[in-house]
């Protein structure tokens, strides 16, 4: 059984960064794409960056430059560093992994709050 678990979401000031992980275990083949999303109450769930495998990197418009997303396959660990923070980068953050016959899996969530 596949778990993704998620840890590094803080509150943080407007201008401050974190780092957020994502461990995954279990049996996981042939990954088509590892990301990153968030939700807010009331909206949908969006895309923050995504690596698809042989592909480019993929960011929103509105973490260019600030956030990166990385992998570390020897540990079975996603990252995603978050710089320049901002109020609006106030979210639930998710991380999915999509695998084998693009199942998507998902994290429970680590909350990231930006005071102003």
């Known amino acids: 059984q596949v778990q993704l678990v998620e840890s590094g979401g803080d509150l943080v000031q407007a201008g401050g960064s974190l780092r957020l992980s994502c461990a995954a275990s279990?049996?996981?083949?042939?990954?088509?794409?590892m990301g990153w999303y968030r939700q807010v109450p009331g909206k949908q769930r969006e895309l923050v960056a995504k690596?698809?495998?042989?592909?480019?990197?993929i960011y929103a418009d509105s973490v260019k430059g600030r956030f990166t997303i990385s992998r570390d396959n020897a540990k079975n660990t996603m990252y995603l560093h978050m710089n320049s923070l901002k109020p609006e980068d106030t979210a639930v953050y998710y991380c999915?992994?999509?695998?084998?016959?693009?199942?998507?899996?998902w994290g429970q969530g680590t909350q990231v709050t930006v005071s102003s």
């Open positions: 999915n992994i999509v695998a084998g016959l693009f199942k998507n899996y």
């Open positions: 279990g049996s996981i083949t042939s990954i088509k794409a």
């Open positions: 690596i698809p495998t042989g592909g480019s990197t």
